[in-house]
């Protein structure tokens, strides 16, 4: 299942600005700059683990509860967008794996990077970010970084 062009284009959503534009998610391999910003892995909370696999969850099924989302996020997941994650992640099923590996804040939003695996060898990387409201201000999905 190698759909890393199509899953990395119909997946980027927004971060939203404190002036209410759009910018870039963090990338799943950050520079040398982001990642001074970056925390080192902290133990994961269990609360936010279980909020962002539930939010994946939604990507895969295209059943996104809306009240989660901040303002931004809500013009930027049109139900056009969440269908195009529907039809790219459902087929991937349950990760095996959904581990925490970097943490951070960007533009007053709290973001958390996982990398998922498959049962068919399939590795993505996962940020969801929030914001200081707790809606979910970004998320992002591509192909994970290859180990060095």
């Not at 980027?12 to 040398?32: E, I, N, Q, T, Y």
């Not at 009240?67 to 039809?87: D, N, Y």
């Not at 998320?139 to 970084?145: D, F, G, I, K, R």
């Amino acid at each position: 299942m190698q759909r890393y062009g199509i899953i990395a284009a119909a997946l980027v959503f927004a971060l939203a600005a404190a002036g209410g534009s759009a910018a870039a998610a963090p990338p799943a391999s950050p520079s040398p700059a982001a990642t001074a910003q970056a925390a080192a892995t902290p133990t994961p909370d269990p609360a936010v683990v279980a909020r962002a696999k539930s939010f994946f969850h939604m990507l895969q099924t295209g059943k996104i509860d809306r009240s989660q989302l901040s303002a931004q996020m809500l013009t930027v997941m049109t139900p056009e967008k969440v269908a195009q994650a529907a039809a790219q992640l459902g087929p991937y099923g349950d990760p095996v794996t959904f581990e925490q590996v970097r943490t951070g804040t960007l533009q007053g939003s709290s973001y958390y990077v996982y990398l998922l695996a498959f049962g068919d060898s399939t590795k993505l990387a996962y940020t969801f970010a929030v914001d200081g409201q707790g809606k979910v201000s970004g998320l992002t999905v591509a192909p994970a970084p290859s180990a060095p």
